[in-house]
C-alpha cells in the first residue's frame, strides 16, 4: 500500500504549527489565480466532488471577508471563514480562517488560522501553488486536527476500510 | 522540508507520521513484523537515514522493536498513530480531490483564452 496516490497533492508539516500542501498545476498563473479568487470559479472545484457549495462569499480586498458553505452529498453542512489579511495579485492571498462548526470548548481564536496561498511559475505555462496553513501554537494545530476529524467522518467509511487493515 | 527529523519535531506524533518517508516505513509494517535490512532493502536508502527515521517513530511509540538474534525487528503500533493518520491521509485526500476539480476549472480557463485570442 502506497500513500496519498490519490492526486500529486504534497501535505508535509514544517514545524509544529504548520501544515503545508504542495501542488502543480499545467496552467499559467494568472489562470490559478483567478480559479482560487473568483467565486464563480471557487464554486466549481472547492467541493472536492463530495457535495456542493451552497455559498461562495469573496471580497477580495484586505480586510474584505470570505466565506463558504459545502453541502456534502449526504445534508452534512461544513462552513469556513476569515478575513483577507494580505494579497498581491497574482501572487500571493493571505487569509485568516476558521471552520464554524467548532467542537465545544474550543474557542475561535484557539482555532484560527492563517493561511498564506503562494502562487509561483513552474515554466512551461505550469504554476506551483503552496498553501501554507499556520496555527498560533501546536494546540491550536491539534485542536484543528480534531475538529477536521470530525467533519471527515461522514465520508470516511471507506477510508478506514482502507486504513483499518493496516494500522492494527 | 528535508530536515524534519530536527529535535523540535521529533517527539511529536503528528510530525512523525506525516513526514512521508516515515509513512513508508509505517506502511511496510503494516504488512508484519520486518528486520531493518528488509526496510532499507524496500526504501532503497541508506541504512542510517532508515535508522534515523525508526529512532523517530520508536520515540512516539509508532513502531516497537525487539531483538532477535542479531537481527533487530521493528512491528507496527498503529494503535497510537491511527486517528492521525487517518486525519493525514484524510486532509490529503480531500485536497487532491479539490486539485483534481480545480485542474479540469483550469482547463476550461485555458481554452476560453484560446478561444479569444483566435476570435480576435
Redesign the interface.
Known amino acids: 500500500?502506497?500513500?496519498?496516490t490519490?492526486?500529486?497533492?504534497?501535505?508535509?508539516?514544517?514545524?509544529?504549527e504548520q501544515?503545508?500542501?504542495t501542488?502543480e498545476?499545467?496552467?499559467?498563473r494568472h489562470?490559478?489565480y483567478?480559479?482560487f479568487t473568483e467565486p464563480e470559479?471557487v464554486r466549481?472545484?472547492?467541493?472536492?466532488?463530495?457535495g456542493e457549495m451552497k455559498s461562495c462569499e469573496i471580497d477580495l480586498r484586505v480586510g474584505g471577508k470570505w466565506r463558504y458553505v459545502a453541502v456534502a452529498f449526504d445534508g452534512t453542512e461544513v462552513a469556513f471563514h476569515g478575513e483577507y489579511l494580505d494579497i498581491v495579485l497574482e501572487e500571493r492571498v493571505v487569509t485568516t480562517e476558521v471552520y464554524e462548526g467548532l467542537p465545544e470548548g474550543v474557542s475561535e481564536e484557539d482555532a484560527s488560522t492563517t493561511n498564506t496561498a503562494t502562487f509561483t511559475d513552474a515554466g512551461d505555462g505550469r504554476t506551483t501553488l503552496t498553501?501554507l496553513v499556520q496555527a498560533p501554537s501546536?494546540m491550536a494545530?491539534?485542536a484543528i486536527?480534531d475538529s477536521?476529524?470530525e467533519a471527515?467522518l461522514q465520508d470516511?467509511l471507506d477510508?478506514?476500510e482502507?486504513?483499518a487493515?493496516?494500522?492494527? | 522540508m528535508r530536515s524534519m527529523a530536527r529535535a523540535a519535531t521529533t517527539a511529536d506524533a503528528f510530525n512523525a507520521v506525516a513526514e512521508p518517508r516515515r509513512r513508508q516505513i509505517l506502511d511496510l509494517l503494516s504488512g508484519g513484523e520486518r528486520p531493518v535490512n528488509d526496510l532499507v532493502r524496500a526504501l532503497g536508502v541508506a541504512q542510517p537515514q532508515v535508522s534515523k527515521h525508526l529512532r523517530v517513530l520508536r520515540e512516539v511509540g509508532a513502531v516497537d522493536v525487539r531483538g532477535d538474534g542479531r537481527q533487530r525487528l521493528y512491528r507496527l503500533n498503529g494503535h497510537a498513530l491511527k486517528p492521525i493518520h487517518d486525519w493525514v491521509k484524510e486532509y490529503e485526500r480531500s485536497w487532491s480531490e479539490r486539485f483534481d476539480q480545480l485542474d479540469a476549472v483550469l482547463e476550461e480557463l485555458k481554452q476560453e483564452e484560446e478561444d479569444d485570442d483566435s476570435g480576435n
Request: glycine share 8%; net charge positive; aromatic share 8%.
Open positions: 500500500m502506497t500513500v496519498a490519490s492526486g500529486t497533492a504534497i501535505l508535509t508539516f514544517p514545524t509544529d501544515i503545508l500542501i501542488r498545476f499545467d496552467a499559467p489562470l490559478v483567478r480559479a470559479l466549481r472545484w472547492w467541493h472536492a466532488k463530495r498553501l501546536k494545530r491539534d486536527v477536521g476529524m471527515g470516511a477510508l478506514l482502507e486504513t487493515g493496516s494500522l492494527r
